[in-house]
């Protein structure tokens, strides 16, 4: 079983959504849920650890190589990874009864390319993704099918303009597929680096509001 940390609906409803967290290289499920008590209070807030260990600590869904001044994935570990959140998703369903019908995903970094992946291959099992610091990895999107409904699916895009870790370029694609496949989103550039500062937080609370 993954590890993970939740957060309990802080106030009663009959359908509460689920939103997953899903943190970066090298961190860790603590990192994300620091947002916890500020999301939406009628959902399950669940913060999952990779399953990857780091040679630096920490946790990643898959391995990364940026030395070679190129971006080495490792594609099937991600895929493996999107298989081990779909069946946590599958396993936890039985035991927190939030609507299986709203499900979103809030991703950094790693985690948003992840969230981003997921979304595309499974549109009918999420609603509203956020995609913060992370750009669309071609290798994890080759097998996409472009005939799916995408309808359902609400996308938030967010990136600090002054990123030294992934590149504002590499972030802007998420603009140029979501023009391709019509879907219904919303793009940010901060000024900011490989973080969120409080603007990109607060529309981001807006987002998921």
């Known amino acids: 079983m993954v590890n993970y940390l939740l957060r309990e609906p802080k106030s009663a409803t009959e359908k509460p959504s689920l939103i997953l967290l899903l943190h970066g290289y090298g961190s860790n499920e603590q990192d994300l849920f620091s947002f916890a008590e500020e999301l939406p209070d009628d959902a399950y807030i669940i913060s999952l650890r990779a399953i990857r260990d780091t040679t630096m600590g920490g946790y ?17 570990q991600a895929t493996e990874a999107q298989q081990v959140i779909f069946q946590f998703i599958e396993q936890v369903s039985s035991k927190y009864p939030f609507d299986k019908n709203n499900i979103n995903l809030l991703g950094f970094s790693q985690g948003a390319i ?96």
């Open 60 to 76: 990643a869904w898959y391995d990364l190589d940026f030395s070679g001044g190129v971006r080495m994935v490792d594609a099937k």
């Open 114 to 209: 992840i969230s981003f992946s997921l979304a595309l291959h499974h549109p009918d099992k999420f609603k509203k993704v956020l995609c913060l610091s992370g750009y669309p990895e071609p290798e994890l999107l080759k097998d996409v099918e472009l005939g799916k409904d995408f309808s359902q699916l609400e996308f938030f895009f967010s990136h600090g303009k002054d990123d030294p870790v992934i590149p504002i370029a590499w972030s802007r694609q998420f603009k140029s597929i979501c023009e391709e496949l019509n879907l219904d989103y919303e793009y940010h550039e901060y000024l900011a680096g490989h973080g969120i500062n409080s603007e990109n937080y607060y529309d981001m609370l807006n987002f998921l509001q």
